[in-house]
């Protein structure tokens, strides 16, 4: 069709203006073949409204035309008007050749609106009317993947393995690798992956292969994987955390911040990192590094609440009260949302004989942790040393309940209990 052609040059080459003038005489005057034609060209060329007004056109003529109702259907989803296509689909008839294709478009629609179980009921009829379509195999395979049935979704894949190792793109080896993954089944996992990637190299998988290994606690095959990873694609910023993870878990805890380092390089806006590189940094007792690491976290995120949790122990460790109280006032948190900063403040009021507040603050994070005994010493003693002995009676009483031939407690609670006072 040397006039479809022409029109199709004309778009590629960015002439729109004269490519929608010849359009309209083929809308206009155009054989049904040249129209349909058109359309199908447009429609790939993203010129939507333009593909129905000739498909329409058609369907004018020949309004119970299934091929002509599968285009305008697809023409209405690509437009996101999904209800309008699931009427025109509704009506190709049983009879019509490309009845077994709208089933799958409509179980694509369905799919999307969350209707599982209609969806499923459109393939498996197109399955009855075509069982050798491994299209609907896949179709299925997804279903079945998306709702959790994972069985159901392996079975539906590997009809599709009879046939190919790829569907829509998709490696299906590496499809299977993932649904196995995600169900916790990691060691099955492993050998679809190896499959996957003997077949086609896609970072993905690889990065999946890696990240199912540390699942597994295959620590140095997860190592083995995310280092070749790094070394196909440095700028693949996810690999750099659990790289880091997989190091730590060998007890290798430099090339676990030296793979921080690197991942920091690579995206310097990642909090993650910074914080992983903060707790690792401890460990090695690089202190000064390890605040500065936790100290960008929190920059990144004021409302980092877990990197602040660390960093409010170093300083907590090094007697660095007026920093904790410092760093709690500048966090982007509620400390009822997060009672472990009532209890640092606490302490920290405490050991400034900042007494009025560290009462306070007390009192509220006692909500919270009226069963943790650490917290309850702290406050137990505290509550001594301001004179409220009646109250601190109750808190050693509570500490007994943890350990009731606690010597310690037994002597502080005697001697409370010994003493005439009022105030609590």
Known sequence: ??????????????????AIAEYNVVLKNGKPEEKFLLGEGLF??????????????????????????????????????????????????????????????????????????????????AKELLPNEIIIDFALGELYSERGEIRKAMEAYEKVLEETNEMAGINIHGRLAELLSSSGAFEESLVYYDKALEEKLEINIFFGYAFTALQAGYNRTAIEKFTELKELDPEYHSLYLYLAQAYEREEELESSLQAVQEGLKQDEFNKDLFYYGGKIAIKLGKITEAEQYLRESLVLDPGFAEAAHVLNQLFLQQERYEDVLELISELDVIEDEEPQFLWDAAVSCHKLEEYSLASDKYESAYTFFNHNEDFLNDYGYFLIEEGKKGRAAEIFKQLLNFDPTNDEYLDVLERLTDLDVNDK
């Open 1 to 18: 069709m040397d006039k479809i052609d022409r029109i199709m040059a004309l778009l590629e080459n960015g002439q729109h203006k004269e």
């Open 44 to 125: 790939q060329y993203g010129f939507l409204d333009e593909a129905k007004a000739l498909v329409e056109n058609l369907l004018a003529i020949y309004p119970e035309e299934g091929e002509l109702l599968v285009l305008l259907a697809e023409i209405l989803m690509e437009a996101s008007e999904e209800e309008k296509a699931i009427l025109v689909l509704e009506r190709i008839s049983e009879q019509d050749t490309h009845y077994g294709q709208a089933l799958l478009l409509l179980a694509d629609l369905y799919q999307m609106q969350g209707l599982y179980e209609v969806c499923e009921s459109k393939l498996l009829r």
